[in-house]
């Protein structure tokens, strides 16, 4: 008797032991997007590009047909007042994006194929003849916007950065954030997009960077004059990496950071990054 008494406690302790590893591994739950700020502005960024495996394209595959409609309803309910979208099919993509949103929605497609765009809403949105040097050949796009809850323009720049090469990824990102720097009046920046970029790298062996010390030099150089405002907000793509950045100027201060789970369709391999901002306090 005494020893199945011994049996059956040690088979209550395993099983609480069992219980409390369960629990301690068990992810914290997504911090919550909520309401917007009504003195802010609500940024999105999102590839909402696939892998390209059915078709065994290098350069992964631009948003399907299918999927515009989630990704639509997917960005209606975010919100947002700015979004960036990368890896669309070409302008029209964008442009019908933009109407199954809203009539109030803005949209602004970077000049070649495969182009990023930006959508802007409660406000205007115009671009500019200003494009950095390097990368030419990706998109890039330099615009202002005018975010009525904001209440001020912003000047923004967005870019896909090479997936492959870290020193078209330094020209390139070096290019837009000097860009952003020449602008003449002193409105807030914003630098957005896929950057390519990972800068986690310790103990990583599944980086598919050609040389990861450059890229960490690009870093440094981009977080200068701008704050990195997704640094503790998780990964944006799969597996694990964090490539999809929204860069901030300090007139503008950082209030929410949420990877949004649970919207990807098909092949796709990126979450949107959701970033609220206000302006900041004067010191």
């Not at 409390?20 to 068990?26: E, Y």
């Not at 009525?148 to 020193?167: E, I, Q």
């Not at 602008?183 to 630098?191: C, E, F, G, M």
Request: hydrophobic fraction near 45%.
């Amino acid at each position: 008797m005494r020893e199945a008494r011994v049996e059956f406690v040690l088979f209550v302790v395993a099983a609480l032991c069992a219980l409390g590893a369960r629990a301690l591994a068990r992810p914290e739950a997504a911090p919550s997007l909520g309401a917007p700020l009504a003195d802010g502005m609500r940024i999105v960024v999102w590839n909402v590009g696939g892998t390209g495996a059915a078709a065994r394209s290098a350069e992964g595959a631009a948003l399907h047909a299918d999927h515009v409609a989630a990704v639509a309803d997917g960005l209606r309910g975010f919100d947002f007042d700015l979004a960036c979208l990368v890896e669309l099919q070409d302008a029209a993509q964008a442009r019908a994006l933009a109407q199954l949103i809203g009539a109030d929605v803005r949209v602004l497609p970077s000049p070649g194929d495969r182009p990023l765009a930006l959508l802007a809403r409660r406000g205007r949105l115009s671009g500019t003849r200003a494009l950095p040097r390097g990368g030419a050949k990706r998109p890039t796009m330099v615009a202002r916007v005018r975010s009525d809850r904001l209440g001020r323009d912003v000047v923004v720049g967005a870019l896909h950065a090479s997936p492959w090469s870290a020193t078209e990824r330094n020209a390139h990102l070096g290019g837009l954030v000097d860009a952003l720097a020449r602008t003449a009046d002193d409105a807030p920046r914003l630098a957005l997009g896929d950057f390519n970029l990972e800068v986690q790298t310790e103990g990583r062996q599944d980086l598919f960077t050609d040389d990861a010390h450059l890229d960490l030099e690009t870093y440094g150089y981009v977080t200068r004059a701008l704050v990195d405002c997704g640094r503790a907000a998780g990964a944006t793509a799969t597996p694990d990496r964090r490539l999809d950045y929204v860069l901030a100027s300090e007139a503008l201060a950082v209030a929410k950071v949420v990877v949004v789970r649970g919207r990807r369709r098909g092949d796709m391999d990126h979450d949107p990054l959701v970033v609220d901002v206000r302006l900041a306090r004067s010191r």
